[in-house]
């Protein structure tokens, strides 16, 4: 009995201390090893492993970073602010571009952010981001971690792939992936009338013979042409056409490989961008 007289001050002191160690801070946030970094620990490791496949496939095919973190508690700080920071500090997007977005949920303080990088603002904006937002409240609501995150990955990448004209192998349901393409899917292609009638279609075919022919014969003159007189120039003056004139590309392909921890592409210009929202 006389032990029971500490168990207050021990209940106290559990309760002071626990929720600091659950907090994360910008400043002691580890470098990512993927792009679904669940510190919450709150998402199941086959939805954790389909969406890094996602996301992967869509920056090869893009150029473009989704990253998804969770947390346990913000500890004061405002959801915005802890994204922007974290953004900046991740550099995510590729260098030049900022074609990126961070969705940050903190699970115990039941708030959620969609950070986007200045490169995506023509595509991403306010209200779209707002509505995949408000999509995965159900899911955070029913404490369906996956679900949420599965519904704004593949919402956001779904928009940045039509904007790129490639196709992601995105897992979905039929319901999902025929509503998503309906939304983005490119307008319909106005059938033209035939210009030739069948009945004309033996002399069309002579002529479009005779103008090929024609079009070749002219088109080796011209590169025998230009030939002979690259031989007759100055040596060495050519020009490669894979590189840009000042020797720098678009985007780094080789980012990751001549790193050696995983993290964003040189980005990590948001300027405070998204949306934010409870649940």
């Known amino acids: 009995m006389r032990n029971l007289r500490w168990l207050p001050l021990l209940l106290l002191l559990f309760a002071t201390t626990v929720p600091s160690s ?14 679904i970094d669940d510190y919450a620990g709150v998402m199941t490791a086959p939805a954790k492993s389909e969406l890094e496949d996602l996301c992967n ?17 913000l500890d004061g700080e405002s959801v915005e602010t802890f994204a922007n920071h974290l953004f900046a500090k991740w550099k995510i997007g590729e260098k030049k ?7 940050l949920l903190a699970i115990k303080d039941h708030k959620r ?16 981001v707002g509505d995949i937002g408000r999509e995965m409240v159900p899911a955070l609501k029913a404490a369906d971690y996956d679900e949420a995150v599965r519904t704004g990955v593949r ?14 192998d995105i897992a979905t349901s039929p319901e999902s992936l025929a509503a998503m393409e309906k939304e983005y899917a490119p307008p319909p292609v106005v059938k033209q009338q035939p210009l030739i009638k069948s009945k004309g279609l033996g002399i069309a075919l002579v002529a479009v013979f005779f103008f090929g022919v024609l079009g070749g014969i002219l088109f080796l003159f011209r590169r025998l042409s230009k030939f002979s ?29 001549k790193n050696d921890s995983f993290g964003g592409g040189g980005g990590g210009g948001s300027d405070g961008g998204g949306i934010s929202g409870d649940w």
């Open 22 to 35: 659950l907090a994360e801070k910008v400043a002691t946030m580890p470098a990512p090893t993927g792009y």
């Open 57 to 73: 496939d869509l920056h090869t095919k893009t150029k473009a970073q989704i990253f998804v973190v969770t947390i346990n508690t």
């Open 97 to 103: 571009t900022d074609r990126g977005v961070l969705i």
């Open 113 to 128: 952010r969609i950070e986007i990088g200045t490169g995506f603002e023509g595509i991403l904006n306010d209200a779209k």
């Open 155 to 168: 919402r956001i990448a779904q928009i940045i792939a039509a904007d790129s004209n490639v196709t992601l």
């Open 229 to 257: 007189s690259h031989r007759v120039g100055t040596p060495g003056s050519g020009r490669s056409s894979s590189s840009s004139s000042d020797g720098s590309s678009s985007f780094d392909d080789d980012f990751f490989s």
